[in-house]
């Protein structure tokens, strides 16, 4: 017998395992994400967490009591192993994998669904409990993190509320923190990409892009 | 009670925490949970860790998971030297930086190999096929070069002059593909060179302790059935 990622096959469509040229590509994806000065910073969260040092913004963001500090760093922890990745995964099998002529089998898709349920669930009995938001009381960069990964399915059709009362409260609780105006902004247009594809506006990406795209396509598991 | 860390040292990033813990002298009971007993996944250890994985840690009422987590926690509450997470906001931040990027690189691909190389053929008792390996080793030689030439550079550690709490969790990271018979740092004099300097900030006693576990899993017995299948479906989502 044998074994690959999920016990199934590697492979994307293509039938092919990734090879090593890919992986080599996916190099050249390492965009900077932040520019102060001569400093480059990459990563979400080492980011915000820059930011809320540097600007000294309000305290509930990043909390300077250790052990609620403790907490926002056990959920990115946490964020990074089991909420990156998996819930950026319908994007690509609705929207990017198309775009490039590519199907993801129905197989992944349905396992993506079945992972992405549990963490959702592990979401709320582990983090959000019975608090108002993820790591306590108050918001602060782990609901962010959270928001804007959960929001990406969303963004492509699947209702990942539904049926989950408490974690429905405590995106609306977020987001009215957030303000609407701000939301809007900064979610308008993941939020239309649906609709944005039936259009045909997304721009087709560039070759030099697809090798990367096929990587990334190839590692849904 | 103190403070309680409940490790196993097969597992990289319960060797990071044990060696911070070891290193900067932090009075701490050792836990010992036997992953692959399936120890992590009895009721007892559930309730310090619902998530059920290791590093964890107890302090009093207080209980933490995530190694990242852990080990700034100690950092903050220990006082330790400055260099392990530097005050200064950028240099901090590049700690940060890396630390986030580790959970899904290399961590990623030194777990695959280790499990694909040795843990499932020889503990698990099933082979995986040369593509399947192949397509590993490939990817762990993309990340490991990743790692020297975007964040060791010429650098005498991986975030700057001294050694932080990056290279400690990258240097452990590393010793997982090295325990699987993988030659990571051959053809990488400037890796090599940084691995002799961090096991040097270390101590070369504590480093080998702490790697004993790892550097013999090549010579674990197979499991016996019902372990195998409790752990397997763990695995399968744990290397996916
Ligand atoms: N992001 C976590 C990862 C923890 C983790 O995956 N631990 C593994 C050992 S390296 C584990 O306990 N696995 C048991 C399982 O998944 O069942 C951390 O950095 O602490
Ligand atoms: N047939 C050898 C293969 C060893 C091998 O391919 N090692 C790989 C990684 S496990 C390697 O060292 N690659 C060079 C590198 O990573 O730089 C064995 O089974 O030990």
Known sequence: MYFGIGGGKTSCSTGQLPSKELFQSNKLWQVPALKDGDFILTESSAILIYLSSKYQTADHWYPSDLWARARVHEYLGWHADSIRGVFGVPLWTKVLAPLIGVHVPEEKVERNRTTMARMLQQLEDKFLEDRAFLTGQQVSLADLMALEELLQPVAVGYDLFEGRPRLAAWRERVEAFLGSDLFQETHGPILNILEQMVNKQIPKPPPEVHLFMLLRISNIP | ?240
């Open chain 2, 1 to 240: 009670m103190g403070l309680e860390l409940y490790l196993d040292l097969l597992s990289q990033p319960c060797r990071a925490v044990y060696i911070f813990a070891k290193k900067n002298r932090i009075p701490f009971e050792l836990r010992p949970v036997d992953l692959l007993k399936g120890q992590h996944l009895s009721d007892a250890f559930a309730q310090v860790n619902p998530l059920k994985k290791v590093p964890a840690l107890k302090d009093g009422n207080f209980t933490l998971a995530e190694s990242v987590a852990i080990l700034l926690y100690l950092t903050r509450k220990y006082k330790v030297p400055d260099h392990w997470y530097p005050q200064d906001v950028q240099a901090c931040a590049l700690v940060d930086e890396y630390l986030a990027w580790q959970h899904t690189a290399l961590r990623r691909s030194c777990l695959r190999a280790l499990w694909h190389k040795v843990m499932f053929p020889i503990f698990l008792g099933e082979p995986v096929s040369p593509e399947m390996l192949e397509a590993t080793l490939a990817e762990l030689d993309v990340t490991v070069q990743l790692l020297e030439d975007r964040f060791l550079q010429n650098k005498t550690f991986l975030t700057g002059p001294h050694i932080s709490l990056a290279d400690l969790v990258a240097i452990t990271e590393l010793m997982h593909p090295v325990g699987a018979g993988c030659q990571v740092f051959e053809g990488r004099p400037r890796l090599a060179a940084w691995r002799q300097r961090v096991e040097a900030a270390v101590g070369e006693d504590l480093f080998r302790e702490a790697h004993e576990v790892i550097l013999k899993a090549k010579d674990s017995p197979p499991a016996d059935p019902t372990i195998k299948q409790k752990l397997m479906p763990l695995v399968l989502a744990m290397i996916q």
